[in-house]
Nanobody, 120 residues
């Protein structure tokens, strides 16, 4: 059974940092791309960042480029999202997603989400 479990969310002040983690199980983790998406209150789902199966190619939405860093540890079946210089606009429920391929074509599984709140 495929399972994605996010953690690391919480409350941060503007300019602060948080590190999100996604623990994956139930599939060959090293064979698939992974992504993070988020949904802010009253807004639609926004794709945030993605990484290829081998970790050598990463992509970011313009809204987070230069502030967020996506990485993965295939030995630990875990993907991370390091979030620096946080802004109130980053407040959202963050989801870890599994791609259907080694690249980022489509997604077939989602985690339950972890809440990030940026406020002073």
């Amino acid at each position: 059974q495929v399972q994605l479990v996010e953690s690391g969310g919480g409350l941060a002040q503007p300019g602060g940092s948080l590190r999100l983690s996604c623990a994956a199980s139930g599939f060959t983790f090293s064979s698939y791309g992974m992504s993070w998406a988020r949904q802010a209150p009253g807004k639609g789902l926004e794709w945030v960042s993605g990484i290829y199966s081998d970790g050598k190619n990463t992509y970011y939405a313009d809204s987070v480029k230069g502030r967020f860093t996506l990485s993965r540890d295939n030995a630990k079946n875990t993907v991370y999202l390091q979030m620096n210089s946080l802004k109130p606009e980053d407040t959202a429920l963050y989801y870890c997603t599994k791609a259907t391929h080694a690249q980022l074509v489509a997604y077939d599984y989602w985690g339950q989400g972890t809440q990030v709140t940026v406020s002073s």
